[in-house]
């Protein structure tokens, strides 16, 4: 009887911790997701995908910070723009994300004040070890229904 | 007697005091005559030393801008090398692009392998002097001072200054040549001429933003051009059509296009460097007439 709890408590318990373990990974590529937000996501303007060093350019990164990055954005008469950044610095990229958004609302609020509320209502989402922004069209719970999707 | 002896004595005491006295006056007269030569002499030394060391140091500044501007020398005749745009990657070769919006759009598309930009949205020739752009740390125009030496600089300006009075965008425009010319004294500097503009926002005249204002920059920024020995790039002629607009279709703004207008602008400017004779290049004592 006691061999018999033991075991039950062993297996349930292996249960729990692959069901409840932290996954850290996203599995998708930033190409993928990036690519799966261009394509469902409402724009502005048709996406140009970015070179992975424009865009590393674009948010002050460089390749050491970063394990994979890919991106799309519009013209500059408007602020729409996805990047997606895998990366074992979480902390730097989110600051230096934090910093770009906040130069797009500077720069903008003046040049083409209309584009503000996409700004206002911009996405940046942490999944594991990656950093997804995407600016559009779209509210915020409409884009994270659909990054969702694209992280999956 | 002995009063007489001692009156003498007395007499003669004075007279050798008096002449110790007269002695020592001449002795620290001429101490003192000493002094002033040698510190004169010390003066007139340091002088000439204070004048050869200047004219070491200039010498040696002329010198490394000149051994600089030799090094930087593409060769007489480089081979063109089209990338897949059809867009000259020898041409453009380490060179550098500063301006406004234009420039940042041009970031988006990657179109040159070997080329730095310095820009920001709405940047005028007063902000290049003292915003940084919005990852660096230091003014625009700094970023040309970082050590890096170009062989060509193209400058977007004009856009954002169409509203501005007088003469006051052309003054401070030479200012920026001026400073570019002083941190890059070897490169041949580019003025970029206002792109065209859709009929709907010559028509709104925000800011005075209108197709009539644009030519008569344009005709401005030529004039520059031909006063401060640099060279003037018409890229309004490569993007309108033909009735001056930018069609409709080009841009979602009317204003800032897409990679194929870049392109269009990038094969302009790399056709000048065919068709006209450079000017001379920025000061330097016996460079070579091109």
Known sequence: MKKILLSLTVIISAFLFTACANNTEVKK????????????????????????????????????????????????????????????????????????????????????????????????????????????????????????IAVE | MASKERIKDIKKRKLVREKTRKHRIY????????????????????????????????????????????????????????????????????????????????????LLENADYFSKIGLTVSQVMTEATDMGNIPVIEELNAGKKYYKVFLMFGENEVGWIGDSFFKQYKEVIKKVKEYQPQAEIYLLAITAISKKVSEENVDNLNVDTVKYYNTKIKELASETNTIFADLFSATAGVDDFLPDDAATDGIHFGEDYYIKCLKLIQDINRETPKPEQSPAPSKEQK
Request: charged share 25%; proline share 3%.
């Open chain 1, 29 to 148: 590529s930033a190409e993928e997701i990036a690519a799966s937000l261009a394509m469902n996501v409402e724009f502005s303007e048709t996406m140009n995908d970015l070179s992975q060093r424009v865009l590393l350019r674009k948010y002050g990164l460089d390749e050491t910070m970063v394990t994979e990055a890919a991106g799309y954005s519009g013209t500059k008469a408007v602020v729409d723009e996805i990047a997606v950044f895998k990366t074992d610095n979480l902390d730097k990229v989110l600051e230096n994300v934090d910093l770009h958004i906040e130069s797009q609302k500077t720069n903008y609020s003046s040049y083409a004040p209309n584009e503000m509320p996409k700004l206002e209502a911009s996405v940046i989402h942490t999944a594991g070890n990656c950093v997804i922004v995407c600016v559009s069209n779209e509210d915020t719970a409409s884009v994270m229904d659909k990054i969702n």
């Open chain 2, 27 to 110: 002795l620290i007269r001429r101490c003192v005559l000493v002094l002033i030569a040698i510190g004169l002499i010390i003066w007139a030394i340091l002088g000439i030393k204070g004048c050869i060391n200047r004219v070491k140091l200039e010498r040696a500044r002329e010198a490394a801008i000149l051994a600089a501007s030799e090094a930087l020398k593409p060769t007489p005749t480089p081979a063109p090398r089209y990338n897949d745009y059809g867009i000259d990657e020898t041409f453009y070769n380490n060179t550098v692009f500063l301006g406004n919006s234009f420039i940042e759009g041009m970031t988006v598309y990657d």
